[in-house]
């Protein structure tokens, strides 16, 4: 079965600093992988998503998250933060014809 | 298209109640997900269905909970009774036909508190 592993329930970063949220897979067979942002009283929505077609993607509001397969990482990042980007990140995995699994989620806080 | 659509989005019940939560998906939408999120589990799936048919239910905590789906527009999530172990968030998303990589789209949630 699939599943994911994101290190770190928070993390902190100053305002203009890179932001870097990890996530690990783990799959039998090639899997199709996911960010999400939840921010507060709200539902998730896709940030961006890996399809098996090229291994650096690139999201919505500046990020973007690079396939590596032989770390079986989906790490997110974005070069310069900003208070709006405040919320929580979930990762999530799926293979073909099966359920979406997602990760616990890590809560971002952006500090002035 | 006015998106995920949950009602309502705050309950608070008595132990024992029953309680009944609504979802509208996306039009055109074959694939629908509900899920529950506590601060102690994260984000967990408990049932999806696709075409109107329940594919997998193995996430379903218990026999108290139960979901129908009886036409492509609604969806339904019962608990009955409520514990106030049960209480939580719970999201109900689609996604369009594609299959499971597709993007699903979430309502806002129904935030549930059994006291």
């Known amino acids: 079965a699939q599943s994911v592993t994101q290190l770190g329930s928070h993390v902190s970063v100053s305002e203009g600093a890179l932001v870097l949220l990890r996530c690990n897979y783990s799959?039998?067979?090639?899997?199709?992988l996911f960010w999400y942002v939840q921010y507060p009283n709200q539902g998730l929505q896709l940030l961006l998503k890996?399809?098996?077609?090229?291994?650096l993607v690139k999201g919505i509001n500046g990020f973007e998250a690079e396939f590596k397969k032989s770390e079986t990482s989906f790490h997110l990042t974005k070069p310069s933060a900003h208070m709006s980007d405040a919320a929580e990140y979930f990762c999530?995995?799926?293979?073909?014809?099966?359920?979406?699994?997602f990760g616990k989620g890590t809560r971002l806080h952006i500090l002035p | 298209d006015a998106g995920v659509i949950q009602s309502p989005r705050h309950e608070v019940t008595e132990m024992g109640q029953e309680v009944t939560l609504r979802c509208k998906p996306i039009?055109?939408?074959?694939?629908l997900f509900w899920y529950r999120q506590t601060m102690m589990r994260g984000l967990e799936l408990l049932i999806y269905f696709n075409n109107n048919v329940p594919i997998d239910d193995s996430g379903m905590p218990e026999d108290r909970f139960s979901a129908k789906m009886p036409n492509a527009s609604f969806s339904t999530l019962k608990i009955q009774p409520s514990e106030p172990r049960d209480s939580a968030v719970y999201f109900c998303a689609s996604s369009r036909p594609g299959g499971l990589n597709t993007e699903a789209f979430f309502g806002q949630g129904t935030r549930l508190t059994v006291v």
């Open positions: 039009s055109g939408h074959d694939y």
């Open positions: 799959s039998s067979v090639p899997p199709y």
């Open positions: 999530a995995v799926t293979i073909r014809d099966d359920k979406i699994i």
């Open positions: 890996y399809t098996s077609a090229a291994t």
